[in-house]
Structures are given as structure tokens and as C-alpha cells.
């Protein structure tokens, strides 16, 4: 799920976008091409849509998300995740730890690779230098100078998985995963704890909207933690009470305003959950 402005978008399997321009209040339907399986969406600085596609492609929509225009990826590699970076330049990242750049929407694209087996899960620019990205076994890796060079920082304990991370800054950050696991660190990946969260359902998703934390994953489960003004945050979650039958997983959250929680995930859930003031 992403969301700009007033625009919220879900996308899906089988080429399914779904589309709210009243921030959730009606939604319209719309199947692109081919049906592709789009599995992840970001935002880019001037409001347009960026999703990305399992068959190798990018899908590019303007910030009403009404019409959609595909590019290749040019890349042997499965793709995984994307950014569009404060710059307007499009970044994926995938399998044997290749990370993809394109500065001209697509059209072309430059490829590098850490040389390690492993998937990238996440990517997250904090600005135009500063970029996070995490993945399988554990890794860590951040770069100065706007992903130009990548240094390894010190992995998540016990080559931990994380389906999603958030970082608030270059110290502090987040890391969510299978049997309910949140791991944070606040000295820059120097060190992670564990962070209680009365769950074992899996967690799949994971953010921030203004004080709080929230976490999305398996049977329904929505999860929430404060952020204190000195941005470290507190040692344990709580239980997003809702009333929402929600059988299967959810795999992505966009915060509306302060009042709501827009949650998406498994069979087609789509839910606004009320979350406080």
C-alpha cells in the first residue's frame, strides 16, 4: 500500500489496484495488463506511484493513479522490493543482493550486486545520501553517499529474517518477522534487542504515524508502539483491539491522518481501523 496526498492505493496478485481518492472513503477497482503480480508500491517526490512486478517490470502511474504505464527491468535477478529516492530515481532490489537503478524512469537501468546469496527485503532512503536496506540472513547494509557504496552493518541476531523494516533515522530503526518478532536497534545497527509483543503470529508489515508504531501481520494481528520525543522507542507492543473478522494475513498499513489505520492484506481485506484521537 502506498498513499499521496488524498490518493490511497492497494495492489495485489492478478494485476489488481485498487484505488481511494477521499483518503479511503469510496474505492474503484482497475486490472492492469497482462495481470501482472505486483507485490510491493512506493511513492515519488512530485506524488506519482511506483509498483513493482514479480515478471520484471516496473508500473508507473501519475499521483491520481489512474492510468498505468509499464518498464522492463533489465536484470537476470528475481526482483523484491523498491524506492523512489528523494531525487526521483527508481531503485529495486532482489536476489543474490543486486540493487538496480534507474535515473531516466525506467527507460535504463545500472545494476550492481554485493556478491552475497541472499534477497533484499526493504529499502529506505532517510534522504538523498543516507539509505537502509535489509534482508535474508540477518544482513544490514547502509550507504553514505546515496547507494553508491554500501557498508554491512552488524546483522539481526541469529540470521533473523525481517519481512519489513523502519528506520526513524540513521540510530534508530525496526525490524519485523516471522513468529511475531520486532527487533530494534537505536546505535546504528551496532547492536538489536528483542522487543516483547504478546504475539506469535507473524509480522509482515511495520509503520509510523506521528508518536506510534504500528505492526500488521497474520490472523488480523495490528500491533502498536509509542515513539517517545527523543526518538527511542518504548520496550514493548500492544494489541490493536478491532472488531474486524480478518481470517487471513495482512500484509500492508498506511496510516490516515491520526485517527485511522488503512490495513490490506490476504482474500482481499481492506480495512479502516480506528486507532485513537
Excluded at 512530485?46 to 533489465?74: H, Q, T
Excluded at 536496506?133 to 547494509?141: A, I, S
Excluded at 480478518?246 to 481501523?273: E, K, M, N
Aim: some cysteine.
Amino acid at each position: 500500500m502506498a498513499a499521496s496526498g488524498d490518493t490511497l492505493v492497494a495492489v495485489g496478485n492478478r494485476g489488481a489496484v485498487i484505488v481511494s481518492r477521499d483518503r479511503g472513503a469510496s474505492w474503484e477497482r482497475q486490472v492492469l495488463e497482462g495481470k501482472p503480480f505486483l507485490m510491493a508500491i512506493s511513492t515519488c517526490p512530485d506524488g506519482s506511484f511506483l509498483a513493482l512486478d514479480y515478471g520484471k517490470k516496473v508500473w508507473i502511474a501519475d499521483s491520481d493513479a489512474a492510468k498505468w504505464r509499464n518498464k522492463p527491468i533489465e536484470t537476470y535477478e528475481t526482483v523484491q522490493t523498491l524506492a523512489c529516492d528523494p531525487n526521483g530515481n527508481f531503485w529495486v532490489a532482489g536476489s543474490f543482493s543486486t540493487v538496480l537503478k534507474s535515473t531516466d524512469q525506467g527507460e535504463t537501468w545500472s545494476e550492481t550486486s554485493l556478491e552475497e546469496d541472499l534477497h533484499f527485503t526493504s529499502i529506505q532512503f532517510l534522504d538523498a545520501s543516507t539509505v537502509l536496506m535489509t534482508g535474508e540472513f540477518g544482513v544490514v547494509v547502509r550507504s553514505n553517499d546515496g547507494g553508491n557504496n554500501w557498508d554491512y552493518l552488524e546483522p539481526l541476531p541469529d540470521e533473523f529474517y525481517p519481512q519489513d523494516a523502519y528506520f526513524i533515522s540513521a540510530d534508530v530503526g525496526w525490524a519485523v518477522g516471522l513468529a511475531g518478532t520486532v527487533m530494534m536497534t537505536i546505535d546504528g545497527a551496532t547492536s538489536w534487542q528483542r522487543q516483547e509483543t504478546g504475539t506469535s503470529a507473524p509480522l509482515y508489515n511495520i509503520a509510523k504515524n506521528g508518536s506510534k508504531l504500528y505492526a500488521v501481520g497474520g490472523n488480523g494481528t495490528i500491533l502498536k508502539s509509542r515513539v517517545s520525543d527523543d526518538n527511542v522507542g518504548g520496550n514493548s507492543w500492544s494489541v490493536v483491539e478491532h472488531q474486524e473478522r480478518i481470517r487471513f494475513y495482512l500484509r500492508g498499513a498506511t496510516p490516515i491522518g491520526d485517527s485511522h489505520l488503512l490495513v490490506a492484506g490476504g482474500a482481499g481485506a481492506l480495512f479502516l481501523i480506528p486507532t485513537g484521537t
